[in-house]
């Protein structure tokens, strides 16, 4: 078994330039499970050597693999911390220190659903009290077509389920959805939302790049970095909470997937509030990878 997965991994390479090395080893098989399901493959063998003879079918196994499921204010209990205490917190925090910008990085933010709620939590503290504040958030993601669609702000009404009435008034305007989405309602973000955000490709995974090149020195004042980490094996998830780590202000926010929560306290961060997904880093980071 183990042998044919290392068939399936080099062929991916060979054919697509994909490493897929870092996957965790039983998500990987799921997906090859469900491609072999899908394609009637009886056996792992048959599986191999059917990539080896469809290309269209190594692109299939691949795009199983890169789950890029969103939708606005997500995990709704995490989002729920976010509007009524980290970030009126951080607001405050940056009153009393004087400072005028507030610098987020939501990384792993497929087609833009995750950087452009927490632009909609910022954009109504900043009107409601009236701040003299600017605020950057610095999405990316390794997918590069994820980020395109995410720059267009086009969004089929599925996506929009946790959306109040009065957010989708404010921020989204309907648009003839047949030119996107086909018979699908689709709805487009408002420009002065777009603002707040800088879309770059950027892989968490690899060993270089420390952070987003837009953002410079990365000093983030919070870190999103939601439903992505799980489907690496451990010794990628730790070179990714590193690289987290090392661009965080110290006593920042780092906001994680409900399934993500384990692994990220095994990594020295507090929760903050009992199973929110929402940390912050008072200790001195340690580098597990190491
Ligand atoms: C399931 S989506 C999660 C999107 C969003 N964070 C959320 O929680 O709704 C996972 C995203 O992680 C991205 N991703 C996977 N591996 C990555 C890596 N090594 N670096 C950056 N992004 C990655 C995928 O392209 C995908 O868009």
């Keep these: 078994m183990n042998n044919g997965v290392a068939v399936i991994r080099d062929l991916l390479f060979q054919f697509n330039g994909i490493d897929t090395n870092g996957f965790e080893e039983a998500f ?24 080896k003879s469809n ?10 693999l890169n789950n890029t499921f969103s939708e606005f204010f997500r995990n709704t209990l995490t989002f729920a911390y976010l509007e009524q205490i980290v970030l009126p917190s951080l607001i405050e925090k940056k009153r009393k220190e004087k400072q005028k910008e507030i610098r987020i ?17 910022i954009d109504e503290l900043i009107r409601i009290h009236h701040l003299d504040l600017s ?8 997918n590069q077509s994820e980020l395109e ?7 089929q009404v599925s996506s929009l389920g946790k959306v109040n009435i009065n957010r989708l008034n404010t921020y989204f305007t309907r648009v003839n959805q047949m030119e996107y989405y086909g018979h699908f309602e689709a709805y487009a973000i408002s420009s002065d939302l777009k603002q707040y955000i800088d879309f770059s490709v950027f892989d968490l995974a ?14 983030f004042d919070m870190i ?7 489907y690496y094996k451990p010794e990628y998830r730790y070179r990714m909470l590193a ?22 306290k095994e990594n020295n961060y507090t929760e903050e509030f009992f199973s929110s997904g929402i940390f912050r880093n008072f200790k001195p980071y340690e580098n597990k990878s190491h």
């Excluded at 290309?55 to 199983?64: D, F, P």
């Excluded at 605020?135 to 390794?142: E, K």
Aim: net charge neutral; charged share 15%.
């Design 105 to 121: 990085w939501s990384a792993a933010c497929a087609s833009g659903q995750e950087p452009y709620s927490i632009a909609i939590l």
């Design 224 to 230: 999103i970095c939601s439903n992505v980490l799980f």
């Design 149 to 155: 669609i995410a720059k267009k702000g086009i969004y």
């Design 243 to 264: 690289k987290i780590g090392n661009c965080l202000n110290s006593n920042a926010w780092l906001i994680t997937g409900e399934a993500e929560r384990e692994i990220v």
């Design 55 to 64: 290309k269209e079918e190594t692109h299939s196994l691949v795009n199983s």
């Design 28 to 51: 990987f098989m799921k997906c090859v499970q469900n491609r072999m399901s899908k394609t009637s493959s009886n056996s792992l063998n048959g599986y191999c050597n059917l990539l």
């Design 135 to 142: 605020c950057r958030i610095f999405a990316t993601d390794i």
């Design 206 to 219: 690899s060993e270089e790049g420390a952070c987003p090149q837009a953002s410079i020195y990365g000093n």
